[in-house]
DNA sequence: CGCAAAAGTGACTTATAAGTAACAATAGTA
DNA sequence: TACTATTGTTACTTATAAGTCACTTTTGCG
């Protein structure tokens, strides 16, 4: 053990940092251009060192890719647990777990993966992460049985209402930029309010963020804080 | 001009359908694996020739990605030009206009495109698919601003609102198959149905599209024709 | 300091897919 | 039927990106 433990960083933590920074900056870029549109020369640059030096960290590009997936369901497992344990109503639980998701894929990882290309996992790890996305989908089906149960949700088919809600979430990667207007944040409960309203029993008359102000009154208030 | 002028095709004819052909089942292959991972060999293949006949009717790869996201742009334009003139509020107008939209792509096209892969398309071409779709999208904030005046739509980022709805109607790609149990128009109808139901003023307290009948009175229809 | 282990590099091999060109088959037309 | 356009194929070249390897550089530690 180092002498003060916690401060100074192991060799292995260090390791396993960096690791980490390499699946956060691949996950980003292999969400805007694919995965097969990135390669691992892209990667490297953009983290300042070359190719041959990501290969001490994996082992080959589809272990890359299956890391980025799994820690993008690691992140929406833990958020759907948190919108679970934290909301009354099965449209709350969604609610509460996607905009926790959102956020954080937003602003940490700037992204979320789940498999957007077809056949781009090869093998072993292809059925692997094929089974995490689908026990996460049906985990969001549940809930939303329960919200049509508990009359928080309209009866409607729990696989469309996913369907279309992941769809409204997963198309951030196309438009949601940090040097925009929103931070992670607005953007992440906005989107969710406007999407789960879709199918809530009681949708509320008006839209709660300030998001949903008319942008001469949002340029306003930029101009008078 | 040929004896039957209208019932037997002209060798131009001929070619153009082909090339037409071409681009329908690039457009699906490449929906579901990205352009950069889908190989024109795959393409020829699922047309049953090889990939050098294919460069009889293309220039090459970025071309053929052209054209499919061109064809996409125009079958866009011309569902929101019949929504226009269909629709009475903005919320019908952008309704129909999607519908009719999300019907013929997933029917006949087997797709929406639309630029899902940042730098897929080089050059010139890249700023053009990007000026047509940039322009659909403010047309869609257009209707969306209309209907917040009309009163059909409840206040909101009329970005936001166009975000939501092209995620949720983009995202098709990933679950929709003919095989399944949904027609094109049932699963077309019923995602715009849900989808824009969140931003619509006064939202139906049920939903219409009988999709949205719980799973078990489904399956007993299916049973008792 | 000096040195061993880890991190990183540059120069490769190899695999794959875009694109080409010479040749073969096919189908309308004199 | 024979002739010529067009369509298509087989067998290439070429470009690119994955992955490897022998090596230098850096860094923590006695």
């Known amino acids: 053990m180092g002498r003060w433990a916690n401060a ?9 940092t960096k690791r980490k920074a390499i699946i956060r900056e691949a996950a980003r870029v292999f969400n805007r251009r694919g995965s097969h549109g990135t390669t691992l020369d892209d990667v490297a640059e953009r983290l300042g060192v070359t190719k041959a030096a990501l290969y ?34 099965g449209i709350e639980k969604i609610q509460i777990g996607m905009t926790g998701y959102l956020r954080v894929m937003i602003s940490d990882l700037g992204v979320p993966v789940l498999l957007l290309e077809e056949n781009a996992l090869a093998g072993e790890d292809a059925t692997q992460i094929r089974a995490l996305r689908d026990a996460f989908e049906k985990r969001l089906r549940r809930l939303v049985e329960a919200g049509i149960a508990d009359g928080s949700i309209v009866p409607t088919n729990p696989k469309l209402a996913v369907f279309m809600l992941l769809g409204a979430v997963h198309w951030v990667t196309k438009w949601y930029s940090p040097d925009g207007p929103w931070t992670a944040e607005e953007a992440a409960s906005a989107l969710i309010e406007l999407a789960t309203r879709g199918f809530a029993a009681n949708p509320s008359p008006t839209l709660n963020s300030h998001l949903h102000l008319p942008s001469n009154s949002r340029a306003k208030r930029q101009k008078e804080p």
């Open 8 to 16: 100074v960083p192991s060799r292995a933590e260090q390791s396993d």
């Open 56 to 89: 001490r960290y994996v082992n080959n590009k589809n272990d890359l890719l299956f890391a980025c997936h799994e820690e993008a369901m690691e992140i929406a497992n833990e958020a759907l647990e948190a919108g679970e344990r934290e909301g009354r109503t």
